[in-house]
């Protein structure tokens, strides 16, 4: 559906200390880290998610109410994502990790906030 995510940072090497970690634990490969032209980029499974400084100058912001999703193959995959963001300068915000119902099925979640304070979200679809 997306050719790509990109959010904004004042902090690019923040920001790759950050997505560095939780990227390794969904397997993603890192294809550029240029702090200095203010552009990080990532893929994974066909998509790719970029962290670039504003180009019209202006302070890097996050979206009040605007989460990026992750698709994770399981709950172990999930909390080390979220254990691996903490560790690199991230925090947890929203509920714990942990499942959540809904009318549509089952869902195991984490968020953080990056660096930045870009709110993330690991995803695993539940069986059952």
């Known amino acids: 559906m997306f050719s790509h995510i990109c959010v904004g940072s004042n902090d690019l090497v923040a920001a790759k200390t950050f997505y560095d970690a939780v990227f390794a634990t969904m397997g993603a490969t890192p294809l550029m880290a240029d702090p200095a032209a203010g552009r990080l980029a990532y893929g994974h499974n066909g998509s790719n998610f970029m962290v670039v400084t504003p180009v019209d100058g202006n302070e890097a912001t996050f979206a009040n109410g605007g989460t990026v999703g992750f698709s994770m193959d399981s709950t172990e995959a999930v909390d080390a994502w979220h ?16 499942l959540r119902e809904f009318p549509f099925g089952k869902l195991y979640l984490a968020y953080l906030r990056d660096p930045q304070n870009n709110k993330l ?8």
């Open 121 to 128: 979200c690991a995803m695993h679809h539940v069986q059952g």
């Open 83 to 98: 254990a691996a963001g903490c560790a690199a300068g991230g925090r947890s915000c929203e509920d714990a990790p942990g």
